[in-house]
C-alpha cells in the first residue's frame, strides 16, 4: 500500500508540472496574440462567477470581493505537499505585506468537495494565514469554479477502490486579481514569499 501511494505521489507531481508547464504557455500565447491597441488583457481568460460555502457555512460568491484584489489558490485538505507549500507562501507573502495585506483576500477553493467539508477545511486553515477563506461545495459548484479559472483536476484511483487515501492531480497556479474581478498575474507553487510580495506591492 505504502509503494503504491509513493507511486501515485510520483505521478501526481508529474501530471501537476505537466498541467502548470500547459497553462503557463497558454496564457503566454494568449497575451502574444493580442493587439497592443485592443484594450483587452489576459483577464478575459481566467476568472468569472461561482457560488460555493466557505469554512464558516456561509455561502460566497465572486460578488462578495469586488472592493479587494484576489489570491486565488485551487487545491484540497488531502494534499501532502504541493498545497501546504502554495498556502505557506502565500501567507509569508501576505505578512511580508504588512497593512497592505488588508487589500487583499486569499481564497483557497477546494477540488475535492466529497471529503474537503467546511468542518474539515476550518481545521485545515488554522494552519495558515488568518484571513484566509476556504470555499467548497458540490461537485457541480466546485466544476464552475474550476471552469471560470481553467483549472484542471482529477481523481488518481489506488489500487484498492474501497480506501479513500485517494491523490488529486491538479494545475498548481496562484491567480492575483482585480477588485473589478480581471486577472493580473499569477505564481507557480513555490514562488518566493519575498519574490511574491515584491509584485505584489507594484498593485496595491
Same mark, same amino acid.
Given at each position: 500500500?505504502?509503494?503504491?501511494?509513493? /507511486?501515485?505521489?510520483?505521478?501526481? !507531481?508529474? !501530471?501537476?508540472?505537466?498541467?502548470?508547464?500547459?497553462?503557463?504557455?497558454?496564457?503566454?500565447?494568449?497575451?502574444?496574440?493580442?493587439?497592443?491597441?485592443?484594450?483587452?488583457?489576459?483577464?478575459?481568460?481566467?476568472?468569472?462567477?461561482?457560488?460555493?460555502?466557505?469554512?464558516?457555512?456561509?455561502?460566497?460568491?465572486?460578488? &462578495?470581493?469586488?472592493? /479587494?484584489?484576489?489570491?486565488?489558490?485551487?487545491?484540497?485538505?488531502?494534499?501532502?505537499?504541493?498545497?501546504?507549500?502554495?498556502?505557506?507562501?502565500?501567507?509569508?507573502?501576505?505578512? /511580508?505585506?504588512?497593512?497592505?495585506?488588508?487589500?487583499?483576500?486569499?481564497?483557497?477553493?477546494?477540488?475535492?468537495?466529497?471529503?474537503?467539508?467546511?468542518?474539515?477545511?476550518?481545521?485545515?486553515?488554522?494552519?495558515?494565514?488568518?484571513?484566509?477563506?476556504?470555499?467548497?461545495?458540490? /461537485?457541480?459548484?466546485?466544476?464552475?469554479?474550476?471552469?471560470?479559472?481553467?483549472?484542471?483536476?482529477?481523481?488518481?484511483?489506488?489500487?484498492?477502490?474501497?480506501?479513500?487515501?485517494? !491523490?488529486? &492531480?491538479?494545475?498548481?497556479?496562484?491567480?492575483?486579481?482585480?477588485?473589478?474581478?480581471?486577472?493580473?498575474?499569477?505564481?507557480?507553487?513555490?514562488?518566493?514569499? &519575498?519574490?511574491?510580495?515584491?509584485?505584489?506591492?507594484?498593485? !496595491?
Amino acid at each position: 500500500m505504502v509503494k503504491t501511494m509513493k /507511486k501515485l505521489h510520483i505521478l501526481s !507531481l508529474i !501530471l501537476v508540472t505537466l498541467g502548470a508547464v500547459f497553462l503557463f504557455n497558454r496564457i503566454a500565447n494568449h497575451k502574444s496574440s493580442q493587439h497592443s491597441d485592443s484594450g483587452h488583457s489576459q483577464n478575459a481568460l481566467i476568472g468569472g462567477e461561482f457560488q460555493l460555502v466557505d469554512q464558516k457555512k456561509r455561502i460566497r460568491s465572486n460578488h &462578495d470581493f469586488k472592493n /479587494k484584489h484576489l489570491l486565488v489558490y485551487f487545491g484540497y485538505s488531502y494534499c501532502p505537499d504541493i498545497c501546504p507549500t502554495a498556502l505557506s507562501n502565500i501567507s509569508a507573502a501576505l505578512g /511580508k505585506l504588512g497593512s497592505k495585506s488588508k487589500k487583499i483576500q486569499p481564497l483557497f477553493i477546494s477540488v475535492d468537495p466529497s471529503r474537503d467539508t467546511p468542518e474539515n477545511l476550518n481545521d485545515y486553515m488554522e494552519n495558515f494565514h488568518p484571513s484566509f477563506i476556504a470555499l467548497t461545495g458540490t /461537485k457541480e459548484q466546485v466544476g464552475q469554479a474550476k471552469k471560470a479559472y481553467r483549472v484542471y483536476s482529477t481523481k488518481v484511483d489506488p489500487e484498492s477502490s474501497q480506501t479513500t487515501e485517494y !491523490l488529486i &492531480d491538479h494545475s498548481s497556479i496562484v491567480y492575483f486579481m482585480s477588485p473589478k474581478g480581471k486577472f493580473i498575474t499569477h505564481f507557480n507553487h513555490e514562488t518566493d514569499p &519575498d519574490e511574491m510580495a515584491k509584485s505584489l506591492r507594484k498593485f !496595491l
